[in-house]
């Protein structure tokens, strides 16, 4: 049995209040951390708890949590789960039993830079507490905050991308940038939630996005839990789709933005990008600053995490493919700012991308 499936499982029903839109993928509870299992989703509501950091890396990386910001703002809790352990085996000298599930931590996935983010801030803060005090509480404040923060700053993404949408338009999205794959409410679901209650938006078309499908199994979920017009499509029906000119915008989420506005998301959406170009569709990206990688010049530098090649060749658990082909299995691909129309993040909305109108953004002149 793996290490995520030895953790304590609980399955409850996920009511959804529809006043607050959305539920929330990851819950501190009586002092442990639970995480609604996606990858059993939508045909069951299954949580799952933890109270050991390296049970979280590993939930981390078989996507039992996905999407850049939920995976952060999962690994500051983790942080806390790691302190805690460490003053119970090593007392004062707890700071250094904090490296190693840290380090796991952050291999468990290496493309969205949410989650070395969550973890500087984590380590920062733990770094500078005194040897002699148990460090749990401070650093489970901190995770709040982190997670409190992602939720404010989808909700005023949603603002200033839904702004952007004229009334009655029709729009695609790619992969799950929903509330799933945040702290609530979503990036890119986020500015759709906003457009549909503003009566900008009133239809999603939902790209399956294989091979994991979080479009079909995720976004699709979602919608339907809120009601709003939406339909599914095969991702190789998105360019006979926009050439149909229904569609005005392509709204995505972002693993992670190098300084220069290239874009790492969910393999496709660069391919999305080109079609956006070519039927004269906007394309915008949804995220919040903690996704933009300031210390990376371009999209080239970005880590692109190789999944299992078993994820193609096989769906639901059944092989599909012959025994035997090899299979390439890129998680993520990188759109140059170039095909980009708009980058909106809670600090500002960034038009036609460049290293002078990120730096804008970066030096708060983007509102
Ligand atoms: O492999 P995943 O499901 O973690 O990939 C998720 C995405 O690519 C999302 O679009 C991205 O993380 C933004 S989520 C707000």
């Known amino acids: 049995m793996d290490a995520v499936k030895q953790s304590l499982l609980f399955v409850i029903g996920v009511s959804v209040d ?27 509501t299954v949580w799952l708890t933890f109270d050991d950091a390296n049970t979280v890396a590993h939930a981390i990386h078989d996507m039992v949590v996905r999407g850049a910001p939920a995976i952060g703002i999962t690994a500051a809790y983790a942080v806390v789960l790691a302190a805690r352990h460490a003053w119970n085996i090593a007392g004062v000298n707890w700071k250094q039993a904090m490296t190693a599930p840290i ?10 830079v949410n ?23 401070q650093l489970l404040e901190l995770a709040v905050q982190i997670h409190q923060s992602d ?17 009655g338009s029709q729009v695609m999205t790619h992969c799950n940038a929903g509330a799933l794959a945040t702290g609530g409410f979503g990036t890119a679901l986020g500015v759709i939630r906003q457009g549909v209650a503003e009566g ?9 996005t294989r091979p994991w499908l979080q479009g079909a199994r995720l976004t699709a979920w979602e919608l339907l839990n ?25 709204i995505v989420g972002a693993d992670r933005i190098a300084a220069n506005g290239d874009v790492a998301n969910k393999i496709g959406t660069y391919g999305l990008a080109i079609l956006a170009k070519y039927h004269r569709i906007g394309f915008m990206v949804v995220a ?19 999944r299992s090649p078993a994820e193609v060749t096989q769906l639901a658990e059944k092989q599909i493919a012959p025994e035997g082909i090899d299979a390439v299995n890129p998680a993520f691909d990188i759109t140059p700012a170039s095909l980009i129309d708009v980058i909106v993040t809670e600090a500002g909305v960034v038009r036609q991308p460049t290293v002078e109108t990120m730096k804008a953004l970066q030096n708060g002149r983007n509102m």
């Not at 939720?151 to 009334?167: D, F, K, S, V």
């Open 151 to 167: 939720i404010e700053a989808n909700h005023q993404m949603g603002r200033l991308g839904a702004e952007l949408i004229e009334t």
């Open 288 to 306: 919040p600053t903690s996704t933009i990688d300031w210390q990376l010049s371009d999209g080239d530098l970005i880590p692109i995490e190789q």
């Open 226 to 250: 809120e009601n709003i017009a939406c339909s599914l499509n095969a991702d190789v029906a998105a360019a006979s789709l926009m050439a149909s000119g229904r569609i005005s915008w392509i």
């Open 103 to 112: 380090a796991r931590l952050e291999a468990s996935r290496p493309t969205a």
């Open 200 to 208: 900008r938006i009133e239809h999603v078309h939902v790209n399956e």
């Open 115 to 137: 989650l070395k983010w969550a973890l500087d801030k984590m380590s920062d803060l733990y770094l500078a507490l005194p040897d002699e005090q148990a460090p749990e509480q």
């Open 18 to 44: 529809k006043t607050k839109t959305s539920i929330q993928p990851v819950e501190w509870r009586d002092g442990r951390l639970c995480l609604l299992d996606q990858r059993r989703l939508p045909a069951e």
